[in-house]
């Protein structure tokens, strides 16, 4: 089988298979442009008498867990990403398999980290066949050099829960690790030992998954409450010393950037969107962590503060610095997928008003409806943008894998989403003329905005408008491009390969762009 | 001499700059090895630069290593310059064209409210300083330049004030103190610096003197480029010349450096300032009575944005024109506070107003409401609506 095979150009003019790892895929149709009319995934449907009548789902250990859930060659397995840097399980589980000597296994994380490196050894030996998740650190570069058997498939937070609902990913085996959880298999990120926060990441693994499997370092009597997963989804419980460091979530997310450019280019975010009239009573906005994200929030609170006015909602990455907005007033809601640092898994827990979110109700486009639509603005970052305002955000510039794609595609259906660049990175010009991976189609990308000058897109006659007597250094995206170009020079094209080794899903599940084979 | 010379800086925390390591040879010709982050984009264009300049310097044999983490072509250029010149007896300059942007002079009153102080051996600083609008962009070659870097130093600095993009700040440069600082103005004077701060200054023989160097290398260029000068009080006997120093010509404005000057005094420095009030006050006094700009000192802790307001409200109420700053994020507290208060500027419009009333009626005496107006309150009063209204782009 070849990895990718039967390459078209896509709508966005971009050269995908049609096929990839042996199944039939959509080539990307156009923003807005592919509706499937089909009736979604059906889950395994299971009978209560077949579970232990007392509830009490324990066995031993993880081992004897996947033997009972059938753990066989070609299965695709699933964990989740919330202790992010700090995950022990997904490793434990590839060990286990390589142990029990399974083959060819799908591994399909929400994400995955550079503390999953380990991994490589069983892609090496043909434990696990290839990965369907976010590829960064070293198993993006070993992506990234082709040494992996399968195509690697990246998608967004709700494009990965879109592909498990619409019946596209099947998971076989489900392995959720959980900081708190009863006999049952009712579990929570909020409790016990190492809470993480919430369990956003879960939430179709646990529905549609064959089997699921929950682990956790803390065994609570029944009920375990709040029941984020809850016992009647969950096949068996696995009590383990230790499921995950909670110290390596928060790794450089939760501080506030002190580089004077960045704190420039955030400040230039929220005058804008105070100049466009965005900035009022009653917003509703994305507040994620990363340095330059908080400090976007801190220039927003400030402008609060000065204006008297309040959110209704701001979506997390909560942070410390979140939830103290939310107890002094300055938003009536956090809504959380995510949390960073303990003071926003206390607020999490015990404030009614900080509430838990799944990548459905925020991310999912086929869901009728979407929190992420709602929002009246988003900024984000990238590693590329270009002068039709396209955005890359998953390789550098050389095509080597960096990061996921999160929920950046999936952002891209706010109001106004901003992308908050450098405009070069150690003389690398960060806008270019083409994006080396299209990850954001240009006419979702409202503002580029650098340390050098804000770019709107010709679209956005409103904001041009509203903001054109604003005095922020507002100019045309070809002239910021050749500020910069005057200052880096003109870089030559990498050389890149034409062997396929990922492709980039758009948020509807058609193939946006594909990454190709690093030489080097 | 040694064979073997390096210049610059490479290591997992520097960015934008590059280490150049030259070892002259008898035979074999020029081999260029490069080691960058940004090879595949801008590889060969280091490479031809780096043979390109050992060419101008005569340089036929010779293994060049380039340590590099994203260095613009301004930098690796004095990089490649410094080294040669640390084996070879030169004088030539290997100079890259200057920007158009890097042309223009500066006005003798110009504002001069923030100047920014980069160390002049850190190229990545001096990128984007421009970017955070400071009045003045001081390069150091003094204090900020370990005494091994002086030389590269001085070819970084040059290179900059050709090569990069102020956005419209005064290209300022601190020499080192004299006599050394005199060399300095060699390297930097033909390439439109344009104004010189003078550390250390205790008489205004100094001043004359940095005056005839600047002369005489201007004569040697036949480039009349006009080069203001600020002065640095630091001493307690340079307090008491502070009038003389400031009635040389070619100084605009007067700056006072408090570190050494507390030190001097044998006083702690403090955030309240008790024991430099007679310096700051006696350099105001200086200033305005030889018609220049009285500047303050730095803030030094570029966490307190609180104690950095406080603290230029009190220069302000002292008489001082601006101050210097350490950090970007520093420029918009000074500006902000410098800048005249919501009450000052409908004052002083009212009086404006009452003054042209007046003129139009041609009555000789102003005055608003029962209150006579004297002459200088207006002058103040137009002083406060310009500072207000300023535009800095000259």
């Known amino acids: 089988m070849k990895k990718a095979d039967k390459f078209v150009k896509n709508a966005a003019g971009r050269t995908v298979p049609t096929l990839v790892n042996g199944e039939k895929v959509v080539p990307f149709k156009g923003v807005n442009g592919y509706k499937p009319k089909h009736r979604g995934a059906a889950p395994r449907v299971p009978t209560c008498i077949d579970y232990p009548k007392d509830g009490n789902k324990l066995v031993k250990t993880l081992k004897d867990a996947l033997q009972k859930s059938g753990l066989k060659d070609g299965m695709t397995i699933s964990t989740h990403h919330h202790y992010r840097n700090g995950d022990y399980i997904a490793n434990l589980v590839f060990d286990i398999a390589a142990e029990l000597g399974v083959k060819d296994l799908r591994w399909v994380p929400s994400a995955a980290f550079p503390c999953h490196a380990p991994i490589i050894k069983h892609l090496d030996s043909g434990v696990v066949h290839h990965i369907e998740g976010s590829l960064n650190g070293p198993l993006g570069d070993y992506c990234s050099h082709g040494k992996m058997k399968g195509l690697g498939y990246l998608r967004s937070h709700g494009g990965r829960y879109r592909a498990i609902a619409d019946g596209e990913m099947h998971i076989d085996i489900a392995v959720m690790c959980a900081s708190a959880s009863d006999m049952m298999g009712n579990a929570n990120g909020v409790n016990g030992k190492h809470p993480f926060g919430p369990m956003a990441f879960t939430k179709?693994?646990?529905?549609?998954?064959?089997?699921?499997?929950?682990?956790?370092?803390?065994?609570?009597?029944?009920?375990?409450?709040?029941?984020?997963?809850m016992g009647n989804d969950v096949d068996f419980v696995v009590v383990l010393d230790e499921v995950g460091d909670p110290e390596q979530i928060v790794s450089g997310t939760t501080r506030i950037t002190k580089s004077p450019d960045r704190l420039l280019i955030a400040e230039n975010c929220a005058k804008f969107i105070d100049a466009a009239g965005i900035l009022k009573d009653g917003m509703n906005f994305q507040a994620g962590a990363g340095g330059t994200s908080l400090a976007f929030v801190h220039f927003v609170k400030k402008m609060m503060q000065e204006k008297g006015i309040k959110a209704r909602s701001m979506v997390g990455g909560s942070t410390k610095f979140l939830v103290d907005m939310l107890e002094e007033g300055l938003t009536d809601y956090i809504f959380d997928g995510q949390t960073f640092g303990l003071e926003a898994i206390s607020s999490l827990r015990d404030n009614p008003n900080h509430i838990p979110i799944g990548i459905f109700d925020i991310y999912d486009f086929h869901a009728k409806g979407n929190l992420a639509q709602m929002m009246d603005v988003i900024v984000l970052g990238s590693t590329e943008v270009d002068v039709k305002f396209n955005a890359n955000c998953?390789?550098?510039?050389?095509?080597?894998?960096?990061?996921?794609?999160?929920?950046?595609?999936?952002c891209l259906l706010a109001k106004?989403?901003?992308?908050?660049v450098p405009s070069f990175r150690d003389r690398i010009p960060v806008i270019k003329d083409e994006v080396t991976t299209l990850v954001a189609p240009g006419e979702l990308v409202d503002v580029i905005v650098t340390e050098r000058g804000i770019a709107i897109n010709p679209q956005r006659k409103d904001l041009i408008e509203a903001t054109q007597d604003s005095g922020l250094p507002i100019k045309d995206i070809k002239e910021l491009k050749a500020e910069v170009d005057e200052i880096c020079g003109i870089p030559e094209k990498p050389k890149l390969s034409d062997e396929p080794v990922a492709v980039v899903e758009w948020v509807d599940g058609t193939i946006l762009d594909m990454i190709r084979k690093v030489e080097d | 001499m040694s064979k073997v010379a390096t210049a610059g800086n490479y290591g997992k925390k520097i960015r934008s700059d590059c280490k150049v390591t030259l070892e002259l040879r008898e035979s074999g010709g020029i081999q260029v090895d490069l080691n960058s982050k940004v090879e595949d984009y801008f590889g060969n264009k280091i490479i031809s630069l780096a043979r390109e300049e050992l060419k101008f310097f005569d340089i036929k044999h010779a293994r060049l290593l380039i340590e590099d983490s994203g260095s613009l072509d301004f930098v690796l250029a004095a990089r490649v310059e410094a080294a040669v010149k640390q084996l070879l007896d030169v004088d030539k300059e290997y100079l890259l064209p200057i920007i158009e942007q890097n042309k223009n002079e500066t006005k003798k009153n110009r504002l001069r409210r923030s100047r920014l102080y980069l160390p002049g051996n850190t190229p990545k600083l001096a990128l984007n300083a421009g970017i955070h609008k400071p009045d003045g962009i001081i390069l150091d070659l003094e204090d900020s330049v370990a005494p091994?870097?002086?030389?590269?130093?001085?070819?970084?600095?040059?290179?900059?004030?050709?090569?990069v993009n102020f956005y419209g700040a005064e290209r300022m440069v601190r020499i080192n103190q004299l006599p050394r600082g005199l060399k300095d103005l060699e390297m930097v004077i033909?390439?439109?610096?344009?104004?010189?701060?003078?550390?250390?200054?205790?008489?205004?023989?100094?001043?004359?003197?940095?005056?005839?160097?600047?002369?005489?290398?201007?004569?040697?260029?036949?480039?009349?480029?006009?080069v203001w000068l600020m002065p640095i009080i630091e001493s307690a006997l340079g307090v008491i010349n502070s009038y003389e120093i400031a009635s040389t010509k070619n100084v605009v404005a007067m700056a006072i450096g408090l570190e050494d000057y507390t030190a001097d005094l044998g006083a702690a420095r403090t955030k309240a300032g008790d024991e430099s009030f007679f310096a700051r006050s006696q350099l105001v006094n200086s200033a305005r009575a030889a018609r220049i700009q009285p500047i303050d000192s730095v803030y030094s802790d570029v966490n307190d944005m609180e104690g950095l307001k406080q603290n230029v409200l009190n220069s302000k109420s002292l008489g001082f024109d601006g101050m210097g700053c350490i950090h970007p994020r520093q420029i918009e507290v000074i500006h902000k506070n410098f800048a005249p208060t919501e009450d000052e500027i409908k004052k002083a419009r009212k009086i404006v107003n009452a003054y042209e009333e007046a003129q139009n009626k041609g009555l000789g005496v102003v005055s608003l409401g029962s209150k006579m107006i004297d002459p200088p309150v207006v002058k103040r009063a137009q002083q406060t609506l310009k500072l207000a209204n300023f535009e800095r782009n000259e």
């Open chain 1, 394 to 410: 998953v390789t550098h510039s050389d095509g080597r894998m960096l990061h996921g794609i999160g929920g950046f595609q999936n």
């Open chain 2, 148 to 163: 091994a870097k002086k030389k590269e130093a001085a070819i970084l600095v040059r290179n900059t004030l050709r090569s």
């Open chain 1, 416 to 420: 106004c989403t901003m992308i908050a």
């Open chain 2, 190 to 226: 033909p390439h439109n610096v344009n104004l010189i701060l003078v550390p250390k200054c205790e008489s205004s023989q100094q001043i004359k003197e940095v005056n005839e160097k600047i002369a005489e290398i201007q004569k040697d260029n036949k480039n009349k480029f006009s």
């Open chain 1, 204 to 229: 179709a693994d646990v529905k549609y998954a064959d089997r699921t499997i929950v682990v956790t370092d803390t065994l609570v009597d029944f009920p375990c409450y709040p029941w984020e997963i």
